[in-house]
């Protein structure tokens, strides 16, 4: 039996746990606008022509004809839910027992979906 763990409970635990999280809930904290992914080929140059025009153009239109909503390559599959199972859950009410000092203060902090598990 699974459950999902929602996105405010997923920040919750990272900030809780760091990389000791679960693997999808650890993935929300590292986006991509918190990565340095800019255009510009150097610092030396920061106006160049990159800038302006998309890496890899001559592949978009290809791209694009494969990119429909179906797609698992879609943007909007790109975040999955996650979901956890009894044992998932009872490493993570170990790990939250051991960092906040107490089985009761680890299980105010679990996720819903294994409070129900």
Known sequence: MTGVVSRDECLHLNDI?????????????????NRDDRFTNSASQPFSEDETKHRSSWLMPRMARRMTRTSKH???QWRTEVNVNAGEC???????????????DGEEHL??????L
């Open 17 to 33: 746990l760091g990389v000791k999280t679960l693997a999808g809930c650890h993935n929300l904290k590292h986006e991509l606008p």
């Open 74 to 76: 879609h943007v909007s």
């Open 90 to 104: 009872d490493k993570l009410r170990k790990l939250l027992s051991e960092r906040m000092g107490s089985v009761a």
């Open 111 to 116: 996720p819903a979906a294994c409070k129900k």
